[in-house]
């Protein structure tokens, strides 16, 4: 029931915005009452951050079970990249990072809650890359930071966030640019 009630409002949320959108509309897609929405979540804002909550999380859980008992080297850090890039350029996510954009300047709790969420949601990239560094010719000597940037290229550091959704970038692009990543990123912190 959580989970169903968490896609239905975020499908709700992505067709109306977050302005538009209300707890009525949203019980009557999910076929509940409103009152099981504000026992659960309180108010709109709640319900909201639980939605981006459950999908960062899903998000790291998804690294993680993609890089159980996976063998660092450049095939797999490209693979890694491309992971990134497919989720960070769904239509899905770039629309609910344009509606979140502006709802953080507005509510203290979503502001709070994405910058411990953005934190968490580079550990899983930060582990991959710290096995990295345990490798023979490789000295990364601030693994968050390289996570920082390593994420950044992949994702062509937000430049398609800003451009209208027919300048998203296609799989073919997305290649390129992470095959690119992966060679500037492991030539970077290689060791003579």
Known sequence: MHQH????????????????????????????????????????????IAVIQAGVEQYIQDIRDWSKNKVVNAESLYELGMFIAVRWFSLENIRLLR??????????????????????????VEEFLAQLNQQKGYHIKNIGTATIQFIQLCVFGH??????????????????NVQNTVRLFLNGYRTL
């Open 5 to 48: 009630l968490l896609n239905i409002a975020s499908a709700y949320f992505l067709e109306n915005g977050f302005q538009a959108s209300s707890i009525e509309g949203i019980a009557k897609k999910a076929q509940v009452s409103k009152l099981t929405i504000y026992r659960q979540y309180q108010n709109k804002t709640n319900l909201f």
């Open 99 to 124: 509606m979140t954009i502006p709802e953080v300047q507005r509510i203290q709790e979503l502001s709070d809650m994405i910058n411990t969420l953005m934190m968490q949601s580079r550990q899983p």
């Open 159 to 176: 430049y398609y966030l800003l451009r209208d959704e027919s300048y998203l970038p296609n799989t073919k692009l997305l290649q390129e």
